[in-house]
């Protein structure tokens, strides 16, 4: 196929596989990394177990068969729509072990089934778009993205592996208050110089992910919230600071109530000194 230049083309380069067929194998790719974990590491005593503790990937083939069968009129939104399902199927998998619904009280594994089962029909409704509109033709794309994720996550290690030093610094204080303060600066330092090089979007925003991981039990809810929202508003270059705050404390305020009381979930809402 030629150079596309209207919309719902694809893209081909040349001499090379075609576009159905890279995207397919990708989507093999993942679809079997979820078995082959659970081989590896699953707790099952036979392989047969191990294969079936990681299946959660499996449904991934199905659109890899899709691409191949199909044309891909859409490919941005249709590949856009099965990241929105690896995510929800993982977000199945990670909560697996989580106890449900008991009688009319939630339990911890409640709350992310539900935002799971919604963020999986919203993926599945992307890719129908995909599938059934024309869209921009495929561009090549590069990993600067996951790159600088990879970094900021990469620079939590060494203050996790000295964490017991590092929460000796201030006496006085809770060492995991320490640490947590220390991993949240450094993740957000970080994303600043590598703005320079990688685009903010995924940067700031894997960024607020982090910072809420290392914070929320130490600093709790209320502060994890607030400062991780500020940080994903960042992810624009059209940040609005009043906009930004007011609505950081809404959703704060939101989240405060949703979670330790209306869904009955044990998270702190204060630091605890």
Avoid: H
């Amino acid at each position: 196929m030629s150079e596309a230049s209207g919309t719902g083309a694809v893209r081909q380069d040349e001499g090379g596989l075609p576009y159905p067929l890279r995207v397919a194998l990708v989507l093999f790719a993942i679809a079997l990394s979820g078995p082959i974990l659970g081989m590896l590491a699953g707790k099952s005593p036979t392989i047969g177990g191990r294969f079936l503790e990681g299946w959660y990937s499996l449904p991934i083939a199905i659109f890899g068969v899709i691409s191949l069968v199909t044309p891909l009129r859409n490919p941005k939104d249709y590949l856009g729509g099965i990241l929105l399902i690896a995510l929800a199927l993982f977000a199945f998998w990670a909560s697996s072990d989580l106890p449900g619904m008991r009688g009319f009280a939630f339990g911890p594994g409640t709350a992310p089934r539900l935002f799971a089962w919604a963020l999986m029909i919203v993926g599945i409704a992307v890719v129908a778009v995909g599938l059934l509109t024309d869209g921009p033709p495929e561009e090549p794309f590069a990993f600067s993205g996951p790159f600088g994720g990879s970094v900021l996550i990469v620079a939590l290690i060494p203050i996790t592996y000295y964490s017991a030093r590092i929460g000796r610094l201030v006496p006085g204080i809770q060492p995991d208050i320490i640490v947590a303060a220390l991993g949240a600066i450094v993740v957000l330092a970080l994303a600043f110089v590598l703005m320079r090089f990688v685009p903010r979007g995924p940067l700031f925003i894997t960024a607020a992910t982090l910072i809420f991981a290392v914070t929320v039990r130490p600093l709790g809810l209320v502060i994890a919230s607030f400062v991780s929202l500020v940080v994903s508003a960042y992810a624009t270059e059209e940040i609005r600071w009043v906009e930004t705050l007011i609505w950081a404390a809404v959703l704060t305020l939101f989240c405060s109530l949703l979670f330790p009381y209306g869904l009955n979930l044990p998270l702190q809402l204060w630091p605890r000194f």
